[in-house]
């Protein structure tokens, strides 16, 4: 018994003292020495970078890229551990002859720890193996975003910077999303200088890709349109949108000029701006019809009230209110006719009998003065004034347009609304169905009798007001044009025009809003929205009318309340078309249609233009020979 206690008695100072010399260790590791351990790791340690490699893509609702990642490299040094043999940045620049010796001679110059030559850049595989196989040079394969459609849609899409951080657009709203979880990659020097490459087990994965709303096609044919009217009158910039009133998406948006996403460094930052939701400006005459909203719903006027417009001109404490064309002396206009003929003293008239407070209830159901809630930063709430009443010269104003701003966004959804039976829905970026639309995702904001009778009213504003060039054959095309005054935002007051339009066609498959905007054409040149502005819309309209073919269903004559009001498209059926061996006639088919009947002969087909083939070359009835290919060249169809 007495030699176990004493064993036991043994283990325990022994156990006491191997504890407490530990104890001593860690002491001496974490307090005494903690300075110079610290200072020693540090030394080994040179190079931790957080990046996310696996970036989600973006893509318009048809599936097409618009943001992507493409591989590229780093290249790297450590100018102090080649203790100054260059010989190796020699050769470096003979494998990579953009990065010449002087080009890395100047980046390294007085530098002496982590040292990049190059980021991101594009190498063949045998450039990289020749690099890795340097001293005192090291190479890091990188994820580079890649915007393959350059400067289409790059407003809304956006950038990221050096290290795929979202910068702009949906790029930065969705940066979450987007670039998933990260990788840590450390960098450690051994015992003879080398660094080491160590990596994190979580190599970037979760990023989600994201598909909106947008629609690749219909975007191009928009920029275009756009572009060109700015270039043939000289202005300054503009905006357009396309937004389908019954889900809310935005189916087409931009403004010119625009960017090269691949470049941002290359254009100014105004440029890389989605001004369409950022900038507010003041809207005119597009704003008369939300008056006359607001006057049917407080069953203050009705379609057909008649008002007196003194000739064209009013006075206004002091100041006269004219309209748009100073030539026109308007004397009594109905409520449709003050809209068709964008009559100022006529709405002006409407406002003072509706009062400030009526109008403003109405302004604020439409959402003016408030952001839409859009998935894209930076919108604005434009400018819209609070307060309970205003003076009559300020009401005046604000009844057609002026004295208020409101973005592009704002508009469009406003009229959506008119369009979807009173029904406002919120707009978005992202791709959804009818189906997913529920009822509380539907705020009615002015009756369904109202919507109909506006309806009518834009309706006779195309046919026979200021907005005949917006009209499009067989279709019922609803609008209103303006001419506003454009802000001077140097020192205030007015400079220049904004000519617009916004409109939408009625009996379609889908229900649509298209609005555009020209800022300040130039002097000399034409200013009106009937005549700027109109003609963009109706390419674009036109084009999401025919590009289906569907037209059937889609297409309703002017006198749509009649029966049998269709309108049916020349067809030659395929059973007529074919002679074996032969070049068949393509001539009234569409591009799905032609593209099956050209695969059931095995020919290679071009497509050029939009709706039906009208021409084909080579004709029909030629020999088929191996590897044939017909190109053929489309046209809005006839109708009969």
Request: aromatic share 10%; with cysteine; net charge positive.
């Amino acid at each position: 018994m007495e030699n176990n206690s004493t064993k036991i008695k043994i283990s325990f100072f022994i156990f006491v003292g191997l504890f407490t010399a530990i104890l001593i260790k860690a002491f001496m590791l974490q307090v005494v020495d903690k300075e110079h351990l610290l200072t020693k790791a540090k030394k080994q340690f040179f190079r931790e970078r957080t990046t996310y490699p696996k970036r989600g893509s973006i893509y318009d609702r048809n599936g097409n890229p618009l943001a992507i990642n493409v591989q590229t490299y780093s290249i790297f040094t450590i100018p102090k551990n080649l203790k100054g043999d260059y010989s190796t940045y020699r050769e470096v620049s003979k494998i990579v002859p953009d990065l010449t010796y002087n080009k890395i001679m100047s980046i390294i110059k007085k530098r002496k720890k982590f040292t990049f030559l190059a980021r991101k850049i594009e190498l063949t595989n045998e450039q990289v193996e020749k690099l890795k196989d340097l001293k005192g040079v090291h190479i890091e394969a990188v994820a580079k975003r890649f915007y393959p459609n350059h400067e289409l849609v790059a407003q809304t899409v956006g950038f990221v910077g050096i290290d795929n951080g979202g910068l702009s657009g949906i790029e930065y709203a969705f940066d979450e999303q987007l670039k998933g979880k990260p990788k840590i990659t450390k960098y450690v020097i051994d015992r003879k200088g080398r660094p080491i490459k160590f990596e994190s087990t979580q190599a970037g994965s979760g990023a989600k890709d994201i598909i909106l709303s947008i629609d690749k096609d219909l975007q191009s044919i928009g920029e275009k349109a756009l572009k060109d009217a700015i270039e043939e009158y000289g202005a300054l910039k503009g905006g357009f949108g396309v937004m389908n009133s019954e889900t809310g998406e935005i189916l087409a948006m931009g403004n010119y000029p625009t960017f090269d996403p691949n470049y941002p460094h290359k254009s100014p930052s105004k440029n890389q701006k989605l001004s369409f939701i950022t900038d507010p400006f003041e809207p005119g005459s597009t704003f008369k019809s939300l008056t006359i909203a607001s006057a049917l719903e407080h069953k203050i006027a009705r379609p057909d009230t008649n008002y007196y417009c003194e000739q064209g001109k009013l006075k206004v404490e002091g100041h006269i209110i004219s309209e748009a064309e100073s030539k026109k002396k308007y004397e009594w206009l109905s409520v449709t006719d003050i809209l068709s003929h964008s009559s100022n003293v006529g709405t002006t008239k409407i406002a003072f009998d509706l009062t400030y407070p009526k109008l403003k209830e109405t302004l604020k159901k439409f959402r003016i003065g408030e952001k839409t809630g859009i998935e894209i930063s930076g919108e604005s709430r434009g400018i819209f004034n609070e307060e309970e009443n205003v003076s009559p010269l300020s009401l005046s104003n604000i009844s057609f347009g002026q004295g208020v701003a409101t973005t592009g966004i704002q508009m469009l959804s406003a009229y959506s609304a008119i369009l979807n039976e009173g029904n406002y829905i919120k707009p978005t970026i992202l791709k959804r169905d009818k189906s997913e639309i529920k009822e509380e995702d539907k705020e009615r904001i002015i009756e369904f009798q109202t919507s109909r009778e506006l309806k009518k009213m834009l309706v006779e504003a195309v046919e026979n007001g200021t907005g005949t060039n917006a009209r499009i054959p067989y279709f019922t095309i609803g609008g209103k044009t303006s001419t506003a005054q454009k802000s001077d935002s140097n020192g205030g007051g007015y400079t220049g025009y904004t000519p617009g339009f916004i409109g939408f066609p009625l009996g379609t498959k889908d229900k649509f809003v298209v609005y555009v905007y020209v800022h300040r054409p130039e002097k000399g040149k034409a200013y009106y929205g009937g005549v700027v502005a109109a003609p963009v819309f109706k390419k674009i309209a036109q084009y999401i009318l025919y590009k289906d073919r569907n037209l059937g269903n889609l297409a309703v004559k002017k006198n749509f309340d009649k029966k049998n009001n269709f309108d049916t498209v020349k067809v030659k059926h395929s059973s007529t078309r074919i002679i074996k061996g032969h070049i068949p006639d393509f001539k009234g088919l569409d591009k799905r249609s032609a593209s099956q009947l050209a695969k059931k002969l095995n020919l290679t087909i071009h497509h050029q233009g939009i709706g039906v083939v009208s021409s084909q070359d080579p004709p029909s009835g030629e020999k088929i020979e191996g590897g044939r290919s017909v190109r053929l060249y489309y046209n809005p169809p006839s109708y009969e």
